[in-house]
């Protein structure tokens, strides 16, 4: 007896702790259920799954940057920018000089790629980070701009065409799939998803994300080093915008300016499906998690409609957001009200 | 110079529409110099002619961000309202009055303003999120469900935009250009926004609202009207900024219009208007506009390739904020140090 | 009837909540026609709330307000004007991007439901305002770029336009002078002869005699009495406020230890200069001074967020480098802000996070993760030995009333290697209960050797739990002195008399 009441009480805290984490689970199985339903064999397939499983990675990996700069109160809106503008520098890099290469030193010349890459997402993390917290400029304004700017130097490096001739063996390794079922880039993702539940969770950073997301002036008063953590947020957000145009490199044996141009718009859906809160402070991996795979269900499932166009999802992902936003708005609401209520009824029993 | 006259001066000095005069001369100047090509009467008609659609965005853009908020989903609406209006000018082969299509899209603008107005004003949730979303709405709509193609402009907006009021000639290239008449909508917009926000209790409310939003409800303003009529009204200038320009070029192109929203509201933050809302004026938000035009229109002139446009637009941006966020941060800091007395006191 | 007709607003049984916080716990005020009505009591007891419902700017959770006679319920901000009720708020609600015309004037246009702005119109309100309190102003000039003083005068003028007929003055003398307070009072019983009623909101009893026909004592959201000013002396007053029949006991120190923290000649431009002051093992220093008299600037140089120009920070008579908050953190100095919700707490996180990020730092590794079992443990011994009321150290802070919610805030600092904590406001918006505890841990703090620094314009507050105090005005220290050889007249009478000394 007693155990089951300590057990229904752990349970409770804890989907009280989790309630928006079970809500995105019940979402998901309910998107999943209407497409198993609907479509049937040509959903529930396994060629359907693995198409999934590469697909989501190189947006979802986006979104975990993003959700970084959403925690922190502000947001990274040029991530797509950094991502092309490093591709684009990376493919070069293997286009001329590792073609020719002996096929003992393509590994090297792609770990060359890589780290110019990295270096490019760490410098344009750092701009980023340099005009939100030195110069105070509204975050959402200056990863516009740097988005054009990022975008605008792709384009004029490239004069808009794209870059293709990249090395065989390194499209070969990211479309690969390990033990032959579980694909290069769903590890990549899984990875970085560990590792931004990890920062977020054990660090001291991850603490003072939340906490500077919360009320910056408070986090300042606090002795936290405001601008510190955040341009490490903004510099995080551009590495992992890398790993993302790794993939897609891969992916697309290409680079060019205006890949995945509406990948911006969907990582900024997934966090705040997710549970991120917009104004800052609050967001957990698991939820992201979630709320890509919900997306990346809607998007195959609707691809088996054939009377349904492409152009449809930008309509559906913007309802999908406001809807999601006026959701939690009124969740929000309601849930305060139950606390205020909760606290009133315990200070009457005390009295 | 006396009392009045240096505070006059003071005052001039510290305006935005003052400074970006300054730099927009100078770049005149300086493409002239480079190019000779700057000030011929073709070049210059073609800049107000290239100016003449932005400005009309930009002044919508400058409404909303005297509220303290911030569209962006003003060019989707105006790309959906100029596709659905010259489709049905096409296909009734409407020959009436011009007045006609403007309502047209004027109405869809507004509606889709609406939208904007009602999840904003009433869940009171952030500006930029919500237009964002929307904006992918609009632009859903327009390609999904209209399936919307790129078509030629009906004849009566043909003819509006072939309508002219002179003809301008470079006397050594022979180049001519047209001044067209709908540079009369243009100003059309402007005197009635400057009516509006000048002489309206409409309009000085969306200045209050801005300024402080709790002591606009104290002084009893009606916040959330306000803010739903100011995204209806850019809405109804997205309408007309799109109708307009489908008949200057002829065709009712959305695809060249989609993504231009950060140029327009970086020229309005340029001229002057306050990220942070209550602060702009009409003409700062005219002359930001005409420098962003000047730019990229003079990029070629001075001979550098169009391939740099986006990099420029994107630089303008950063710079431009830049400058608010320290001119406001100036005006903080300005608070900080006291009061009179304890200068006074303190020599 | 004719006696109802007299009763220009009626409160009665208002009830009202933020989060875990009752504000108001069912209060009554009655205001007659032509009164100077004073609404007193210690900060956080429910006077700026009950002041907001009035205005229509929030909803009370229940009760009625009655205003010339007509019953409400649910009062919006233009019915509250409609029924000549104007407020001047402490903060003034004026429109810093507006002129200083435009502020006084667009308030009538609205009432008066005009859709069209005439300025020259707008001017001849203005300017028809500014002379009946006898003030010249530019009306051009933005009011953010107005003193204070200006800034309350801009926001009368408004009021006096509305043809009033209840103005309420939210704790208007804070940042004002002698000779400015002087004016306002005359202001003001020139607006009574008028027949106008104001409901003057104050905790400084100096003024509330000065100026006042009737009084209403609030303390913790509920009412205390009314009564006629002539019927209660200052002791009685104070018994009214504090619920205490005698003044809290005299902090003394009797044998102070060494030198903890000294400041020699801090200079600041533009916010103070030649400060010199040292705080020893024991000591309860006290900072008094107006508004805007560079006390908040010190404190602040001290705990990094602003650095001074010219002269020394000593502690423990090193020479300290204070030039950031993590600085400062460094030497031991700890720091609660003026303003809890925005400067101090982050109200939406636990109650853990809350104490635990000023030394999240020593409990990390170096691989950067931190040790969180510890802290818990850190938390759970801070709530045991503060006494802090609450269910889960994982709630939200915003549940907390605001004494709780100050405990955490002292937590925060005490949880580090604590040398002088600052306090700028210790107890604003806090209850009475826990005032006294928080007093008292400020005491012990104290007795086990931290350096404890109070800023306040609450003398009664001040004197007795401070053992030496100094008074800045326009920046500069003006008077240091024992707290047992003064009384609160004298000190008031420094602080905001430009010629006084001591």
């Not at chain 3, 999240?360 to 931190?370: A, E, P, R």
Request: proline share 2%.
């Amino acid at each position: 007896m007693k155990t089951q009441a300590a057990f229904s009480n752990r349970f409770q805290s804890f989907s009280e702790r989790n309630s928006n984490l079970l809500r995105l689970l019940a979402v998901f199985v309910i998107v999943f259920a209407f497409f198993a339903i609907t479509k049937q064999g040509a959903f529930l397939k396994p060629e359907t799954f693995a198409s999934m499983a590469v697909q989501l990675p190189e947006y979802s990996i986006l979104a975990l940057g993003v959700a970084l700069t959403l925690i922190s109160g502000g947001i990274d809106l040029s991530v797509v920018g950094i991502a092309n503008l490093a591709g684009i520098l990376m493919a070069l890099f293997l286009s001329t000089a590792a073609t020719d290469a002996a096929p003992d030193a393509v590994p090297l010349y792609i770990a060359g790629a890589a780290a110019i890459g990295f270096l490019v997402g760490l410098s344009c993390g750092a701009f980023n980070g340099l005009l939100v917290s030195r110069f105070r400029i509204p975050p959402i304004l200056a990863t516009m701009g740097t988005m054009q700017i990022f975008t605008g130097l792709a384009i004029v490096i490239t004069e808009g065409k794209s870059v293709s001739g990249l090395v065989p063996a390194y499209e070969h390794g990211i479309n690969s799939a390990l033990f032959g079922w579980l694909p290069v880039p769903l590890l990549m993702f899984i990875a970085c998803a560990a590792w931004v539940s990890f920062v977020l969770n054990k660090t001291n950073y991850g603490q003072k994300l939340y906490m500077l997301g919360t009320n910056e002036k408070a986090a300042a008063f606090s002795g936290i080093h405001t601008n510190t953590v955040l341009m490490k947020t903004y510099i995080y957000s551009g590495l992992l915008a890398i790993v993302a145009s790794l993939i897609m490199m891969g992916r697309n044996a290409s680079a060019k300016a205006d890949t995945g141009s509406s990948y911006t718009l969907q990582c900024v859906l997934i966090c705040v499906l997710g549970g991120v809160k917009t104004e800052g402070g609050f967001g957990k991996v698991s939820g992201i998690v979630v709320a890509v795979l919900i997306l990346q269900t809607i998007s195959t499932g609707l691809n088996l409609f054939r009377e349904i166009n492409n152009f449809y999802r930008g309509l559906i992902w913007g309802a999908v957001l406001v809807a999601v936003l006026i959701a939690n708005c009124i969740i929000e609401q309601k849930e305060q009200a139950k606390l205020m209520k909760k606290l009133s009824m315990e200070e009457a029993a005390e009295a | 110079m006396n009392e009045l006259s240096k505070r006059k001066w003071n005052r001039l000095l510290s305006h935005n529409e003052f400074y970006i005069a300054i730099i927009i001369v100078a770049i005149c100047l300086l493409i002239e110099v480079r190019s000779g090509q700057f000030f011929t009467p073709n070049n210059l008609v073609d800049i107000v002619r290239s100016g003449i659609v932005p400005c009309i965005f930009g002044i919508g853009v400058l409404v909303v961000m005297l509220s303290g908020g911030i569209d962006l989903s003003f060019v989707p609406i105006a790309a959906l309202a100029m596709y659905i209006t010259n489709s049905v000018m096409l296909d009734t082969g409407f020959s009436g009055s011009i007045v006609v299509p403007f309502l047209l899209a004027g109405g869809i603008g507004i509606a889709c303003g609406a939208l904007n107005a009602v999840v904003i004003s009433k869940f009171n949730l952030p500006t930029m999120i919500v237009t964002l979303g929307t904006s992918s709405i609009f632009t859903g709509l327009l390609r999904g469900v209209f399936e919307a193609k790129e078509k030629t402009a009906s004849p009566i907006l043909m003819e509006l935009g072939s309508s002219k009021l002179f003809t301008a000639q470079n006397a050594d290239s022979g180049l001519t250009s047209d001044m067209p008449s709908t540079l009369f909508i243009l100003l059309g917009v402007v005197v009635v926004t400057f009516i509006l926000l000048r002489y309206t209790t409409l309009g000085r409310g969306i200045y209050a609202v801005g300024g402080d939003p709790g002591a606009a409800r104290r002084a009893g303003f009606r916040v959330t009207r306000i803010q739903f009529f100011v995204y209806c009204y850019v809405g109804l200038l997205a309408g007309i900024a799109g109708v307009t320009r489908t008949g200057m070029s002829q065709a009712a192109h959305f695809t060249s219009l989609l993504g231009t929203e950060l140029t327009i509201i970086a020229a309005t933050v340029l001229g002057g208007a306050r990220i942070t809302g209550g602060v702009g004026t009409i003409t700062g938000t005219v002359l930001g506009a005409f420098l962003m035009t000047i730019v990229s229109n003079s990029l070629v002139l001075i001979g550098v390739p169009t391939y740099w446009q986006q990099f420029f637009t994107g630089a303008l941006i950063v710079i431009g904020t830049g400058i608010s966020v320290y001119q406001a941060s100036k005006k903080y800091r300005g608070s900080l140090s006291l009061d009179e007395r304890a200068k006074e006191e303190l020599g | 009837m004719e006696h109802s007709g007299d009763i220009i607003l009626k409160a009665e049984k208002i009830v009202k909540s933020f989060g875990g916080v009752h504000a108001l716990k069912g209060v009554d005020l009655e205001i007659r026609r032509g009164e100077i009505h004073c609404l007193a009591g210690e900060n956080g007891c429910g006077k700026s709330t009950l002041i907001k419902i009035i205005s229509g700017d929030y909803v009370a959770d229940s009760g009625s307000v009655t205003l010339n006679g007509t019953r409400y319920t649910k009062l919006t901000p233009i019915e509250s004007i409609g029924e000549g009720v104007q407020v001047i708020y402490q903060d003034f609600a004026v429109f810093p991007n507006l002129t200083v015309m435009e502020n006084i004037a667009a308030t009538q246009t609205l009432m008066e439901h005009k859709k069209t702005v005439n300025w020259k119109h707008y001017r001849e309100i203005a300017q028809e305002a500014v002379s009946k309190i006898g003030f010249s102003i530019d009306f051009d000039e933005r009011v953010e770029n107005l003193s204070v003083a200006n800034k309350q005068l801009v926001a009368i003028s408004r009021a006096l336009l509305m043809s009033a007929k209840l103005i309420i003055m939210d704790e208007p003398t804070t940042a004002l002078t002698k000779k400015e307070v002087a004016a306002l009072f005359k202001i003001i019983k020139n607006l009574q002869a008028s027949g106008i009623s104001i409901l003057f909101v104050s905790h400084k009893m100096d003024e509330v005699y000065e100026i006042c026909d009737r009084l209403t004592v609030f303390r913790n959201g509920e009412n205390v009495i009314t009564t006629d000013i002539k019927e209660v002396d200052q002791k009685k007053f104070a018994y009214y406020m504090t619920g205490r029949e005698f003044k809290q006991e005299q902090y003394t120190c009797a044998h102070p230890g060494e030198t903890v923290l000294e400041v020699q000649d801090l200079g600041l431009p533009g916010a103070y200069e030649d400060i010199s002051f040292c705080v020893r093992k024991g000591d309860i220093y006290g900072i008094t001074g107006l508004l805007g008299s560079g006390r908040t600037e010190l404190a602040l140089s001290l705990f990094g967020m602003l650095r001074a120009k010219t002269g020394r920070i000593l502690i423990g008579g090193k020479q300290a480098r204070i030039h950031s908050v993590a600085d400062a953190q460094k030497y031991g100095i700890g720091y609660v802000p003026e303003d809890r919700a925005t400067e101090a707490l982050f109200l939406p996180q636990s109650i853990e996070n809350n104490m635990i990020v000023s030394v999240l730092d020593s409990y990390t590794d170096k691989n950067g993760v931190y040790h969180a079992g510890a802290l818990r443990r850190l938390a759970e011994e801070w709530r045991e030995s503060l006494h802090i009321k609450i269910r889960r150290l994982s709630d939200p802070v915003s549940s907390l009333s605001g004494g709780n919610q100050q405990k955490v805030v002292l937590a925060k600092w005490l949880a580090s290697d604590l040398r002088v904590l600052i306090l700028n406001g210790p107890t604003v918006g806090v209850d009475i209960g826990s005032k006294y505890d928080i007093h008292q841990i400020l005491r012990d703090l104290a007795a086990q050797g931290i350096a404890i620094i109070m800023i306040s314009d609450d003398l009664s507050e001040l004197l007795p739990n401070c053992n030496r105090m100094m008074i800045m005005r326009g920046g500069r220290t003006v008077c240091e002195m024992d707290t047992s050889s003064t009384t609160e007249r004298e000190v008031a009478n420094i602080i905001s008399d430009t010629a006084a000394r001591c």
